[in-house]
């Protein structure tokens, strides 16, 4: 057979190059991971990314802030209210708009909301990776919920560009504290058959425990962050260390487990679901009557000079850097996105190991590929 | 954490070739192109260990290029801004911050696919996003007379 038809390269000291992606279902997007194998063995992972680059930092220098927010929707559309909030922190921060109360609570809750959503997409689709199809059926059917309450209040399920700088669009829908309420209940039931399910299952425990073991000092020197950070002992959680909102107002446990492997970032998102169910339970009874937005000039003109906020997104740290010129556009926009440093230490932490567990290995870091192209 | 007061004076004694001030938020440290690799590492080594590079990007000023840095300390959550510019446009050059922060590796190939800036020493400075042939488009002067429409304001 002509090697130019096989879809594999066999090189002469009998390593295999195979292209994993960019269509592969395990790397849940457009993302190529071009691995050499030593017979099963994984010797060697370089991803190749820019299957979905759409240029957004060029089409933020042509656009307003207020338009912007709509372009960081779908940089990590799984966390897009918390991509919103921060070009709305920037914005805020830079002019010294001081945001009602209600907001803030909002806010606050609509993050968890969108934290828990995210955390049960990835249970789904991360069971399904390691062959469990029937967690994706759980983890569906839960968030759905969310996603209902988001479309009552917002009339879009994911991307919804709520956030706005000095406030909201529009006001919340007068149900949305009771359903979010509901929801909570809920979801506590129905927590524990997702242990039951997946977390005390043989097969995945033996698929995930000492599988991609990433120390705390590899996490550091590749700037990994969120649960993926938090599951090998570092502790950087910016709604900890850095708090915007309201945050440090309320009391919840930032997550940490000193294993480092799959099955440590697995156990953290788990947890932090839960820390994020008595964020929402704190802050919901705090949302006051007011008003919803905050009184800001139709176009906004930051002040000559840097900016830069951090958020705490549902997969790590979130930078958002601005270079203003005193203009309606940004003179330079750059976004810090966690994805793309989660992204690079797959080659480090997956050396080794079968290339069956690749696919346990990238799952467990939970990678969006709009957030790493942009 | 420190105050920014006291981190001027910290960074004063430490570094005293940079240039030190209090920016809108964080305090910025500007360098010479040819201690920039040099100034890293200091940083690095430091009492306050800045062993975390959050991001690392480019700022196009026309005629020149400033590289920015953000760092942080994992143990004292300290964060400051360090800053360089080169002047060369026709051929812009810079050490590469790899050794010290392997997370540099991959966001400086970010900014070589979208400046055109060349590392010094890097091990695989390859484009990241876009085609070997297509031009630096975060440059101020990039023109794509194909796909981008001119706004008129």
């Known amino acids: ?374 | 954490m420190k105050s920014n007061e006291e981190l001027i004076k910290y960074f004063t004694e430490l570094l005293p070739d940079a240039q030190i001030q209090e920016g809108k938020q964080f305090v910025e440290i500007t360098v010479a192109l040819d201690k920039w690799h040099e100034t890293a590492k200091t940083l690095a080594q430091c009492d306050l260990k800045f062993d975390f590079l959050v991001n690392i990007t480019a700022v196009d000023y026309l005629p020149k290029f400033m590289i920015v840095c953000h760092l942080t300390s994992t143990t004292t959550r300290d964060f400051i801004v360090l800053k360089t510019f080169i002047e060369d446009r026709d051929n812009p050059t810079i050490d590469s911050l790899y050794d010290i922060w392997p997370t540099a590796e991959f966001q400086e190939r970010e900014i070589f696919d979208m400046f055109g800036i060349k590392f010094n020493n890097h091990p695989d400075l390859r484009r990241l996003f876009l085609e070997d042939d297509y031009g630096y488009p975060l440059r101020k002067d990039f023109k794509d007379e194909i796909n981008m429409i001119e706004l008129k304001n």
Request: with cysteine.
């Open chain 1, 1 to 374: 057979m002509d090697t130019k038809l096989k879809n594999y390269i066999v090189k002469e000291n009998g390593d295999i190059i195979l292209n994993m992606g960019p269509q592969h279902p395990s790397t849940h997007g457009v993302l190529r991971l071009e691995v050499v194998l030593k017979g099963e063995t994984v010797k060697q992972v370089v991803p190749h990314i820019g299957y979905i680059h759409r240029g957004i930092e060029k089409m933020c220098e042509y656009d307003t802030y207020k338009q912007i927010i709509h372009l960081t929707d779908r940089m990590d559309y799984l966390s897009a209210h918390m991509n919103n909030e921060a070009v709305c922190l920037l914005v805020e921060n830079a002019l010294g708009i001081e945001v009602p109360e209600r907001v803030k609570y909002i806010r606050v809750v609509l993050d968890e909301l969108t934290r828990i959503a995210s955390h049960q997409l990835w249970w789904s689709a991360y069971g399904m990776d390691l062959g469990a199809l029937t967690a994706f059926f759980y983890g569906m059917r839960d968030r759905e919920r969310i996603l209902d309450i988001f479309e009552e209040s917002f009339g879009s399920r994911l991307l919804h560009s709520f956030n706005t700088p000095g406030g909201l669009m529009h006001d919340v829908h007068p149900n949305f504290q009771k359903h979010t309420m509901e929801f909570v209940k809920y979801f506590r039931k129905k927590l524990p058959e997702y242990h039951q399910l997946l977390t005390d299952n043989v097969i995945f425990r033996n698929r995930t425990q000492g599988i991609g073991v990433m120390s705390k000092e590899t996490a550091i020197a590749y700037g990994v962050t969120g649960p993926s950070g938090r599951g090998s002992g570092y502790s950087c959680d910016v709604r900890k260390i850095a708090p915007y909102g309201v945050y440090d107002q309320l009391e919840f446990e930032e997550i940490i487990y000193d294993e480092g492997d799959s099955f440590a970032r697995y156990m953290v998102r788990m947890k932090e679901i839960e820390q994020s169910l008595n964020i929402i339970e704190q802050a919901v009874d705090k949302i006051t009557d007011g008003p919803y937005t905050a009184k800001v000039k139709p176009i906004i003109k930051l002040p000559e000079g840097e900016y830069y906020q951090r958020v705490e997104t549902a997969r790590g740290e979130l930078g958002v850097y601005v270079v203003s010129d005193g203009k309606k556009f940004p003179y330079r926009m750059h976004f810090r996105s966690p994805n793309f440093n989660n992204l690079f230490v797959l080659n480090t932490i997956a050396k080794g190991h079968l290339i069956a567990d690749l696919v346990a290995i990238s799952g467990s870091l939970d990678l969006v590929i709009p957030d790493i192209d942009r």
